[in-house]
């Protein structure tokens, strides 16, 4: 049951005062223009996507105990790959931690009300609920079996399934995205307060400018390349079908053109968290803050050039594929950057493992594995021999789930005595993260080995040499699935039984944790005083109200 | 100990002449990444011991940010990664530089089979080779996306239909591998695997495994109606070849049981119902129709699927396929 342990001077002494409970009903919900109860709104849909992703992920593995037919049939598998990828991508990866943490943080750390425009990011989460409809729809009626890539011409002139449906529910997501991307550049650029300057932003805001301007930029060219194929496929415009007239690697280029750079939709939010929870959890300021911020935007925009890396076997020109590979390790120096600060934050730091800070190092690990792998596929001659194969899986899982999930589920612990104003139970929190990471590995890892030795991927069928890593894999997989359930649950399980949270249970130094926990409705009752983000100095333990306070500055919101 | 390594060892056997300059690229790299992840690891590890958090004790002061420092951890790796570029990029451009004297093989990749075609007019469904010997594919995909991937070769290129693509290699060992679809292409894309079978040049160098040279399999293979020796065998036997090359099996069954065609099996010299057109006579005529041009007459219950076999059959093995569907009763 909660206590009464409650920071005493707190704003959250009033319930009426936070955002969850100053309006009531499902319309206060379903209308609210408050970032904060969007960016919930956004939490559940997109928690929902990933389980529901998950699931089909574990249907797949289940499939690949043997290596002959198992449980489904060739037409099921194909559905089953194609929806798990779809869904995980366009609907939970790339919203999760923009959307969902990014809308609930971005204007709290920011010392801002709200959005620069409420409204747009009301329609960008209905956005995403009809995209997620129509995806839904497809699922249930015919499914849909191109991969998520919706590669041409098998996807306009082949398929049976109802390619139309799921490209315009793609397409309505990436509106979707693009709307969170535009406020989010709007807000950071127009509502920052006196004494933030760019250089005072905290890097969790800098990665999300970048991941915006990617949004922004490069949304459109998949929607106007969904809505070719949708032409192409309803009224046999030739534009991609050879026998039409058209060009497939044309297609090619048009979807990775915005795909690329999507997993840096999917990857620099990730980044952003990783670099908070490190400073945070070693009470030390990060190390090499500018080149932190600076690699975020290289990344975002070396991000734009390399899509062509995707395509080393197409058939694209020799000379545009050694052009694409130099400039494919070019984006992999401002990572390196930042796993090297990151590290060299925590020497001399006071390092504590509490649950976001386990998530946080098994990101390093995890992303670490994940970066490097990607030499391997960018080296040609290496890539050729690896392309679509297991290894590509493997690569890409260590660095969007290894990365961005972790990532998230990190910042989901880090931040959810903020949003919810209840503490977790630690003890819980940290084991969920030791299952995750010691299941992710014996998921992913033989995926490595079996790719290597030349498992193509998408295959419902394999070779029994290749069974050994499977079976692992499959292992793996379903006690990944139960980690995650059970941070899920540690989480849900604290709504209930959770501790009253303080306002700033870590003693980190941005905006957020000088409200109340949850936040009043309009955030801070006056704009708050900005210092140095990083300076863990300026905030110091209080036990009177089990908080860290901001030194010399009691009570820590309100005069 | 052979079995040992051979269960650890991240790759499968080195077949082809790219082989092991692709596997020293990759063991490279990969000694330059474990080197790099240790010690970011270790890094991590020794930091979380050595600074946890000691409850009243605030930590020592340590500077925020040493341009120095972060100058060489981000100007050292980008020479490396030139270097992991510069080998890779080496290494490619000799996979997509073929020599002018190239054994050439045509490859047709339809959904869900392979078929090779050689200069003798041989066609067959899995790719023979000689060893030794550079080999070039000039390829073409029927229908969707296909990627023709042979691991142990360390080789693969995407089939796109439309155009010609084109590969090459030289096996250096006798003995047969595998070889995959690697582009997804549809339902049955898993099944779209098939074998590379590397015959030797000269009789000393057979293996069991590989007992006939090239030339000697060539003999027989591009001529159909003939056995080995150059034998005539029963056309009916000759017409079943036939029907192995061409995979007709994917779709037709000879057993009676309804696949993506009708069966082979007791339809001959039967009335049969044609969508639109009534009841028509399974005959020599008919049969032979419908391999050239298969969508005249589509049976009752089933769907234009059949591609044309025309200019790929010639007159004497349609004969021949008659013969072995009349066979089947």
Known sequence: MATDVMPAHSETSRPEDNYLTASKGIMSWLVTLDHKRIGVMYLIGTMTAMFLGGFLALLLRAEHISGTPTFFTHDQYNQLFTLHGAIMVFLFIIPSIPAALGNFILPVMLGAKDVAFPRMNLCSFYLWVIGAIFFICALLTTGLDTGWTFYTPYSTNTSQTNVVLATFGAFILGFSSIFTGLNFIVTIHTMRPPGMTWFRMPLFLWSLYATAIIQVLATPVLGITLLLLAAERMFGLGIFDPKLGGDPVLYQHFFWFYSHPAVYIMILPAMGIISELISTFSRKPIFGYRFIAFSSMAIALLGFLVWGHHMFTSGQSEMVTIIFSVLTFSVSIPSAIKVFNWLATMYKGSIVLATPMCYALSFLFLFTIGGLTGLFLGALATDIHLHDTYFVVAHFHYVMMGGTLVAFIGGLFYWWPKMTGRMYNEFWGQISSLIVFVAFNLTFFPQFVMGSRGMPRRYYNYLPEFQVYHVLSTIGAFLLGFGLLLAAIVLIVSLFKGKKAPANPWGAATLEWQCGSPPPLANFEKTPTVGNPYDMNSVVWDPDTESFIRRGDVPPVTD | ?329
């Open chain 2, 1 to 329: 100990m052979t079995q040992f390594w051979n269960s650890i060892n991240p790759f499968p056997g080195q077949h082809s002449t790219f082989a092991s300059n692709v596997d020293a690229i990759f063991y490279f790299t990969f000694w330059l990444s474990a080197f790099f992840f240790v010690a970011i690891v270790g890094f991590m590890i020794y930091f979380v011991v050595k600074y946890r958090r000691i409850e009243g004790q605030e930590p020592e002061t340590s500077p925020s940010h040493n341009t120095t420092i972060e100058v060489a951890w981000s100007v050292i790796p980008g020479f490396l990664v030139l270097g992991i570029f510069w080998w890779g990029f080496t290494g490619y451009v000799d996979m997509r530089s073929p020599p002018s004297e190239a054994y050439e093989v045509n490859v047709i990749a339809s959904m869900w089979q392979w078929q090779f075609k050689y200069p003798t007019g041989a066609i067959a469904k899995e790719l023979h080779i000689p060893v030794k010997t550079p080999v070039k594919l000039i390829m073409q995909s029927k229908d969707v996306l296909h990627s023709l991937y042979i691991p142990s070769f360390r080789t693969k290129q995407d089939v796109v239909p439309g155009r010609y693509s084109g590969m090459w290699f030289e096996a250096t060992d006798v003995g047969v591998y595998n070889l995959f679809c690697a582009e997804y292409c549809g339902q049955k894309h898993s099944d779209m695997i098939t074998k590379v079978v590397v015959h030797p040049v000269t009789a000393e160098d057979a293996t069991d495994e590989v007992k006939e040279t090239f030339d000697a399999w060539m003999e027989v293979a591009a001529d159909p109606l003939k056995g080995p020796g150059g034998v005539v065998i029963p056309l009916e036997e000759a017409g079943k070849n036939i029907v192995e090359i061409f995979q007709c099996a994917q779709c037709h069954s000879i057993d009676g049981s309804k696949k993506v065609g009708p069966s082979f099996k007791g339809n001959f010299g039967k009335e049969v119902e044609i969508a639109g057109q009534g009841k028509v006579l399974m005959d020599e005529n008919y049969i032979r129709e419908s391999i050239l041009e298969p969508t005249a007459k589509i049976r009752l219950g089933y769907e234009p699927k059949m591609p044309s076999f025309k200019g790929q059959m010639k007159d004497e093995w349609i004969d021949a396929v008659i013969a072995y569907i009349k066979s089947i009763q």
